[in-house]
């Protein structure tokens, strides 16, 4: 006689303590919420998969051949712009890559939580695998455009050293500050379906106002403590940038980038847990 398999029944816990020791319980259900996620973005596209890969790719191109060769810019880093572009593009990327996803991973999930019970902060966070995915993407072609660069001029334009470890820390901020965004509007993009089109439009216009595609010294110096002050991405890529190629890094602008990205980062964990309770109703 086969044994019946058993089934417990709990009750959802109601204190953000015991909300946050679930996510450890429910671990494993992870890794299934990040391939469902990233399947679904293949799904229904004529290259599949391969739209995943050549997705990020395809605004490096444009971006390097528009800055290089129609309209030249000097960087203040004594480096190729390509070079320079891709070592603060990658974080930036990562930013703008993961708040096209968090909004509508709690609509591709719906059907999986209507099913079944889970920590529903795991939906934002497995909404960060297609975005990591596009990280290794860029760092190989990082490496492609650094060894071309060497080979053509005969110097490494890459700091090699410990520096490089700066690059984990630019990593962690700008996933963040893309989940500090991107948690609320998963939410309202249940109740209101065009918040995922305006989050888009505003990772484009918001992308000028880092600098990502010119150097910092663009910016008058008596303007640039707001773009800090105010764009906590701008210190990020600037960071990243300083981790690969070396310049100048304001250590105050980047502690004031990373403290108010620590503040947003708890205060929105903090609107996600407590809207959790009424998302039932919406699913």
């Known amino acids: 006689m086969s044994a019946q ?25 992870l890794g299934f919420l990040s391939k469902e996620i990233v399947m679904r973005r293949a799904r229904g596209t004529l290259l599949g998969f391969w739209w995943v890969l050549l997705r990020p790719l395809m605004p490096v191109v444009t971006l390097i051949f528009t800055f290089t060769s129609v309209k030249p810019v000097e960087t203040s880093a004594g480096v190729p712009y390509s070079v320079f572009f891709l070592s603060g593009y990658i974080t930036w990327r990562i930013f703008q890559s993961a708040l096209n996803f968090l909004p509508r991973t709690m609509t591709w999930t719906q059907s999986i939580m209507r099913r079944a019970y889970f920590p529903r902060l795991l939906v934002p966070f497995a909404g960060l695998a297609p975005t990591l995915i596009e990280f290794a993407l860029l760092l190989v072609a990082f490496a492609v455009v650094v060894v071309s660069a060497w080979w053509s001029d005969g110097q490494l334009p890459l700091r090699v050293g410990w520096q490089l470890l700066g690059l984990v820390p630019a990593v962690i901020g700008a996933l963040m500050f893309a989940l500090t965004i991107g948690m609320p509007t998963a939410v309202i993009a249940l109740f209101f379906r065009d918040m995922r089109y305006a989050i888009r439009s505003f990772a484009s216009v918001f992308m000028f106002l880092t600098p990502v595609v010119y150097p910092v010294t663009f910016i008058p110096e008596q303007y640039r403590w707001a773009m800090y002050a105010f764009n906590p991405m701008a210190a990020i890529v600037e960071l990243s940038r ?6 100048q890094l304001n250590a105050g602008y980047l502690a004031l980038s990373f403290a108010t990205n620590i503040i947003l980062f708890v205060l929105s964990v903090a609107f996600f847990l407590r809207a959790e309770a009424y998302l039932g109703d919406q699913l």
């Open 242 to 247: 300083w981790s690969l190629i070396g310049g």
């Open 5 to 29: 398999p058993t089934i417990i029944i709990e009750a959802r816990p109601d204190s953000v303590a015991a909300r946050l020791r679930s996510l450890w319980q429910y671990r494993a259900f």
